[in-house]
């Protein structure tokens, strides 16, 4: 008998959804501004263009080490008071708030890539929990609902974080000039407020929901018991590999795709902009600051259409399927980054920034809510983490890769690596076509 059954779950309130998914409004908080700001710091620190994705690989190889553990131990966690995710949502919170107060006040590369390291590590610790919190507490009839639920919070908390160091230095008078190669004070107060909005919503999931607690605890403390010898706690992360669900494997090569487009992404639109609108390589020249605020700008616009794209997607997966919906989001999303190579316009830059969104959301949303129905319960956690070594795999190949191909292939202009991540989402937009999605063919039965 599994730990708990779908059936046995009682249906949430709104409100309920929202609290409990109130946490990645402010663990976005972290991401966007890692996201936006990592590349522009990196380079006003002295990395080169060709190093760039390198000095990136602390973030994925991070996540490589921490989620499947993560996972794992959050399955064999619990406490009457605190239950089974919520301890590790609070200390993730606090461990990431910690991280981005200290990032922005890095003084060379290599205290960056350590902060990166930590601010990386805090985040999953946090953030995996919260894709298994889902399928402990929901019914299937509301498996989607949650995961886009926290889509339009993570888009929320992304669009504020993305336009913070452009509010602080348009409207509040704060300085976007590295003083002695040292970051900008807009970026350093915007990570300040990112570190405080972090540990707050996620302090609000972890008063504000409560959590079911195993059927038969009996059953449950002896598994665990069995469970604390690192012998068998190592068997069965590295096990969990060979016994992994069809619809996970064909998963991990659309993720794989996916991935490589938003590394892309993440790394390379900060430099491929200021090449390409602002006429600029120097990454101490007041051009290449405008341009990383910018990108700020473009980061909000996607993630807000995100946020509003949530809400759609769960009609239009009723309405044809999830894979397919999954693939046509995709689809747009690739060509959409694709083209930004043909705009010089800074404002016309914001029009691909859509089609992103739509792909950022279904992104966020299908692949779980397809996973969740092929996951047996008592493993949920150790299995959303696992599966997230098939977003972080490809963000290791694109550190390796992506480098080169910008240096080699596209004589240093990043707005062509962009282009290669547009193509790379296309082909994950075919690949999602393939998916078997359990939960679809049961209902057609």
Same mark, same amino acid.
């Given at each position: ?9 009682? *249906?949430l ?6 609290? +409990?998914?109130?946490?990645?409004? !402010? ?10 700001? =990592?590349? *522009? ?18 973030? &994925? ?24 995710? @919520? ?6 919170? /606090? ?9 922005? %006040? ?6 960056? $890539? ?24 929901l019914? =299937? ?20 974080a993305?336009?913070? &160091?452009?509010?602080?230095t ?8 590295? $003083?002695?190669?040292?970051? &900008?004070? #807009?970026?350093?107060? #915007? ?18 929901s409560?959590e ?6 009996? @059953? ?15 068997r ?7 016994? +992994?669900?069809?619809?996970? $494997? ?18 390379y ?23 990383? %605020?910018?990108?700020?700008? +473009?980061?909000?616009?996607? %993630? ?21 919906c ?38 966020? =949303? +299908? ?10 319960? %008592? ?23 992506? !480098? ?25 937009? /075919? ?6 999605? @359990?939960?679809? *063919?049961?209902?057609?039965?």
């Open positions: 008998m599994e730990m708990q059954t779908h059936a046995l779950k009682p *249906r309130t709104f409100w309920q959804l929202w609290n +409990m998914s109130f946490g990645f409004f !402010g663990i976005q908080f972290g991401l966007a501004l890692q996201n936006v700001n =990592t590349s *522009r710091i990196f380079a006003t620190l002295g990395t080169s263009m060709d190093d760039l994705a390198l000095v990136w690989l602390a973030a &994925p190889v991070t996540g490589l080490l921490v989620q499947p553990v993560i996972g794992y131990l959050s399955d064999n966690t619990w406490h009457p008071r605190w239950g089974r995710r @919520r301890p590790f949502f609070f200390l993730g919170a /606090v461990l990431a708030a910690t991280a981005l107060f200290l990032m922005p %006040n890095s003084v060379a590369v290599w205290m960056a $890539v350590a902060m990166l390291w930590l601010m990386d590590a805090s985040i999953n610790i946090s953030m995996e929990p919260f894709r298994a919190f889902v399928g402990d507490k019914d =299937t009839s509301q498996q989607t609902a949650g995961f886009a639920m926290q889509t339009f919070l993570i888009g929320c908390g992304a669009v504020i993305s336009l913070l &160091p452009i509010v602080f348009n409207y509040l008078g704060v300085s976007n000039v590295p $003083v002695d190669g040292g970051v &900008p004070d #807009s970026v350093r107060y #915007s990570f300040y407020v990112g570190g405080a909005a972090f540990l707050l919503a996620v302090t609000w999931t972890v008063f504000t409560t079911l607690p195993p059927p038969d605890l009996d @059953r449950f403390e002896a598994q665990r018991k069995h469970s604390r010898s690192f012998s068998v706690a190592l069965e992360i590295m096990g969990g590999f060979a016994h +992994m669900p069809k619809t996970m $494997v064909q998963l991990a090569f659309v993720q794989f795709f996916s991935w490589i487009a938003l590394f892309a992404l993440w790394i639109t900060g430099p491929g902009i200021a090449d390409n609108v602002y006429n600029t390589t120097d990454p101490l020249s007041p051009g290449y600051q405008d341009a990383g %605020n910018w990108v700020g700008v +473009m980061f909000a616009v996607y %993630n807000g259409m995100s946020a509003l794209a949530a809400f759609v997607l769960p009609v239009l997966a009723r309405r044809t399927s999830r894979k397919a999954h693939a046509v989001c995709l689809a747009i999303g690739g060509l959409s980054l694709a083209s930004v190579f043909f705009i010089h316009d800074k404002h016309l830059l914001l029009i691909p920034m859509l089609g992103v969104g739509v792909a950022w959301a279904s992104i966020l =949303t +299908m692949p779980y809510a397809i996973l969740v129905a092929a996951l047996p319960p %008592n493993r949920m956690g150790y299995y959303m983490g696992l599966f997230n070594f098939f977003i972080v795999i490809p963000q290791i190949v694109s550190g390796l890769v992506l !480098g080169w191909f910008t240096k080699h292939m596209f004589g240093n202009h990043a707005v062509l690596t962009l282009v290669l991540g547009g193509v790379s989402m296309v082909i994950a937009a /075919v690949l999602a076509l393939f998916v078997t999605d @359990r939960a679809e *063919r049961a209902a057609h039965r």
